[in-house]
């Protein structure tokens, strides 16, 4: 693919890239006088007529096989024009051109807020409130995203709008809930990924593809949220690589103290350990019916009842089962490491500080997997490279240890 190639009826009017393109390559597109957004797949790769042996052929064609299974299957449960999807970036064609697979998007402005942090309570609610609703959209029809981060959510205002929503994007990695790839072809953010993910990544033979539901964004929601509201991640332990690991390891997990005690109490449940322990979309979008819950205080505020952040404690209580706690906990914070005097309000936002810088976020709307080449289509088959990006940044979320 260049710059002024035709595939497919679209002419590609911009030179490709791989920047935070995962195992892809894109570009921008025009057809019938209409921008796209191209993207060409680096792997898999369909057979060529004559190369390789008959098994090599027939092994290949069934990874292919089951690679446009599952985009043309979540492309016909999500389309453009659904009720509601409004805020769902998605796909409007897909196709293969001689070896090589290719998706496309409509061109879309993929700016996005740096730091949604700054925003006033009343703004993050309708702001977590868009992104909920659009989950729910596919949670409702049984689709896991996948690859639910900041980096594949843009948070937007329209001109004349009086609140910032969130669009979702970039599909490429989502599938049916309870019906994930292999462990070799799923792929996801290793800084995002659900306990139940992570350990179905590395091998861990105890946990199965139908355990990877839609409670895996539900996880990721959890700390998104969180991210949304501090500028950061909760913190957990720098010995793990991501959130994921420290919960799977019985570590906690440390809630900033300045949100809301409805608030810790909602991010605690979204990140327990036992997926059937969170929330749905649905009750994540409930639980935002206050914007006051939004609110980052100055001063810390008092923790949950543990009970009332696990969804199940009641369920649990009324069968006589013992309650098996969330492995999220709420430590509290070395003072040592926040000022001891609050800092001042900032002008506009009621009862809220100063917060950290949010992680940036750039790029086009797509995953950001190490840069990979193409592999020649006649190559031999072996063992496939695992798609899980690994990210090992924001670690101790505020940067306490």
């Known amino acids: 693919m260049k710059k002024g190639d035709v ?5 590609v009017v911009t030179d490709p890239t791989n920047a935070d393109g995962g195992k892809c390559m894109w570009a921008f597109a025009e057809k019938d006088g209409t921008e796209y957004f191209l993207k060409r797949f680096l792997e898999p790769k369909r057979p060529r007529e004559g190369s390789g042996s008959a098994a090599s052929r027939r092994i290949r064609l069934e990874t292919c096989q089951e690679f446009e299974d599952r985009h043309r299957s979540i492309m016909k449960l999500l389309r453009p024009d659904a009720s509601g999807g409004g805020n769902l970036v998605l796909a409007t064609d897909f196709f293969h051109a001689g070896s090589t697979y290719y998706k496309v998007t409509e061109r879309i402005d993929t700016t996005t807020l740096d730091r949604p942090e700054s925003l006033a309570p009343k703004q993050k609610a309708v702001l977590l409130k868009t992104l909920g609703a659009s989950l729910r959209l596919l949670h ?19 001109d004349g709008a009086a609140f910032h929503s969130a669009k979702l994007i970039d599909f490429d990695d989502s599938y049916p809930s309870g019906k994930p790839p ?19 990544v590395q091998g861990d033979e105890t946990v199965d593809g139908p355990e990877l539901t839609t409670a895996v964004d539900i996880f990721a929601l959890g700390l998104m949220t969180h991210h949304y509201l501090t500028g950061a991640l909760p913190a957990y332990d720098g010995r793990f690589g991501s959130p994921a690991d420290a919960v799977n390891a019985g570590e906690p997990l440390e ?19 036992g997926p059937e322990r969170r929330p749905t979309g649905a009750e994540f979008f409930a639980r935002l019916k206050d ?4 609110t980052l205080h100055t001063v810390p505020q008092p923790r949950p009842d543990p009970d009332a952040a696990d969804p199940a404690a009641s369920a649990d209580s009324a069968t006589g089962a013992k309650p098996r ?19 001042p309000p900032r002008a506009g936002d009621d009862d809220t500080g100063t917060p950290p810088k949010a992680p940036e976020a750039s790029g086009p709307p797509e995953s950001s997997a190490p840069e990979s080449g193409e592999a020649p289509p006649d190559a031999p088959t072996g063992p496939r ?11 101790t979320g505020d940067g306490r240890s």
């Open 7 to 11: 595939i497919g009826g679209y002419r």
């Open 140 to 158: 409702d029809i049984d689709v896991v995203h996948g690859d639910l981060k900041p980096a594949n959510v843009l948070v937007q205002k329209r």
């Open 182 to 200: 292999g462990r070799d072809d799923i792929a996801g953010d290793s800084l995002y990924g659900a306990p139940e993910w992570r350990r179905y």
């Open 255 to 273: 809630v900033d103290d300045r949100l809301s005690t409805p608030m810790q109490a909602l991010i605690m449940a979204m990140t327990a350990a």
């Open 291 to 294: 914007p006051e819950v939004c």
């Open 325 to 343: 706690g969330s492995r999220v906990t709420f430590n509290p914070p070395d003072r040592a490491t926040r000022p001891t005097t609050p800092p």
């Open 385 to 395: 490279r695992s798609r899980v990006r690994i990210n090992l940044g924001h670690r």
